[in-house]
């Protein structure tokens, strides 16, 4: 069965304090790996989709990078505004995606 | 800009009443979703349409059912509700999967 899992599943920092955040992955054939940010009371919002190992995607603060078991999003000098939630989820081949729970991150001013 | 509409941002219903959820998008994707998101859970496939009149199970198809008439407008129907239905519910459309998905902004459902 297809899982995807996130760490930590909560993460507070001070403004301008990089840090990364962890999901791991267990997939019978990897077709690709999305990246979503959710703001509270919101639908969420698609950031990258990573396809093979090796592979990187960057926005603005984010960078996003995949290897055969695990992605990280790293964010560099966080402002308040990265507050949100971010999900990743993966496709198997299949027509939809399985999602992991996500991490809740706060930046703090 | 693009997006997916969801009809209602909350919605409180009482057990055993049937209840309808719209999502209309507009920018004719073929493939729509819906998912309910719970804390600790995350999101979880109901049901998906990759065209008008059809429709898949997802995950956890058990007291719902959709609709499709339209290729924009895909109906999530909770057929008697239970309060193990009340979350927050998620229509969602895509053009392919190499895309992601569009969300809607969430329809949060308490059944009391």
């Known amino acids: 069965e297809d899982q995807v899992t996130q760490s930590p599943e909560a993460l507070r920092l001070q403004e301008g304090e990089s840090s990364s955040l962890n999901c791991s992955y267990t997939?019978?054939?990897?077709?690709?790996l999305f990246w979503y940010r959710q703001d509270p009371g919101k639908g969420p919002e698609f950031l990258f989709t990573?396809?093979?190992a090796g592979e990187e995607k960057e926005k603005e603060r984010l960078k996003a990078t995949l290897t055969k078991k695990e992605s990280f999003l790293h964010i560099t000098a966080p402002k308040p505004e990265d507050s949100a939630t971010y999900l990743c989820?993966?496709?198997?081949?299949?027509?939809?995606?399985?999602f992991g729970p996500g991490t809740r991150l706060s930046v703090l001013p | 800009d693009v997006k997916v509409t969801q009809s209602s941002r909350y919605l409180v219903k009482r057990t055993g009443e049937k209840v309808f959820l719209e999502c209309v998008q507009d920018?004719?994707?073929?493939?729509m979703f819906w998912y309910r998101q719970d804390p600790g859970l995350g999101l979880r496939l109901i049901y998906f349409?990759?065209?008008?009149?059809?429709?898949e199970k997802g995950d956890i198809p058990e007291g719902y059912s959709v609709s499709r008439e339209k290729k924009e407008r895909f109906s999530l129907i909770l057929e008697s509700a239970s309060t193990n239905q009340t979350s927050m519910y998620l229509c969602?459309?895509?053009?392919?999967?190499?895309?992601?998905?569009?969300f809607g902004s969430g329809t949060r459902l308490t059944v009391v």
């Open positions: 969602a459309s895509s053009s392919g999967i190499n895309y992601g998905y569009t």
């Open positions: 997939v019978s054939g990897l077709r690709g």
């Open positions: 990573l396809y093979s």
């Open positions: 989820a993966v496709n198997n081949y299949g027509q939809n995606f399985v």
């Open positions: 920018m004719d994707h073929e493939n």
């Open positions: 349409s990759y065209d008008v009149k059809m429709k």
